[in-house]
């Protein structure tokens, strides 16, 4: 006995349709209205592919300053194909655009793309991050390492770090402020720091020690902790000289004690 498919049938068959040119799609249940239903599917499917594109240009315009637009949206197009969006929400929806950059053969040619990539979506990352009251200025940085305390040193929500294979900021930079220069790189990879300033993303390279200290301190860790993790790269490392940089760039929120056990 035939059956008529539900309506979630016919909803997952329109989805398919509109990442599978190849798949038939709910054609039965469609209203030709002039047009045949196949024919009305593909123009949805086509206004689909281009918003999903548009999405992607914006948020990683140095990767499309650096590969051109012929390229970007086919690699744009087979992402999509392979990571097909289910919610109308598109911020989500580049998440794995560097990872999927990462498995395409002409990468070999174009190494430190994804590090790009990755570097384009902590800055949506961070841009989208929460706000938070800052600690004031007032806070003696001599008193948080003169005291016996265990202290956590909460930072701002919108940070966001790389360690980059690739000098991935000066890359980012030149995209999208290109000098008569050619760009001249020296292999070596760029540790990022990423937050929000006066409602843009700001960003620096710093060298691996302080990377190391911010990162402890932006995973929860203790201010001993990261110390800790900065001298291993870097014996030298100085503790007072990092923190009044976080404090300069109002990236402290809180200053907790921490119990011992």
Known sequence: MHTEPSLPDWQRQFLDALYDADARGP???????????????????????????????????????????????????????????RSGNLQA????????LEMLPDMRELAYLPDVARLEWLRQESALAADAETAGPDIAIDD?????????????????????AHPVLTVWRYAMQPTPERLVLDGEGEHV?????AGEVA????????????????????????????????????????????FRQSLVTAIHPLNAS
């Open 144 to 164: 948080l390492l003169d005291t016996d305390a265990l202290l956590q040193v909460a930072l701002h929500p919108s940070i966001r770090l790389l360690a980059g």
């Open 203 to 246: 960003m620096a390279a710093v060298d691996p020690a302080s990377f190391a200290c911010i990162a402890s301190l932006a995973h929860g860790h203790a201010l001993d902790a990261a110390h800790a993790a900065a001298q291993a790269r870097d014996p030298g490392f100085d503790l007072a000289a990092c923190l009044a940089s976080l």
């Open 27 to 85: 054609a039965a249940a469609v209203l030709g209205n002039g047009l045949e239903p196949d024919a009305r599917l593909r123009i949805y499917r086509h206004s689909s592919e281009a918003i999903h594109t548009g999405t992607l240009r914006i948020t990683y315009p140095a990767v499309l300053a650096l590969v051109g637009e012929d390229y970007f949206d086919q690699a744009a197009r087979g992402y999509r194909h392979a990571h097909p969006s």
């Open 93 to 100: 929806f580049g998440a794995g655009f560097a990872g999927y």
């Open 193 to 197: 720091v990423l937050w929000r300033e």
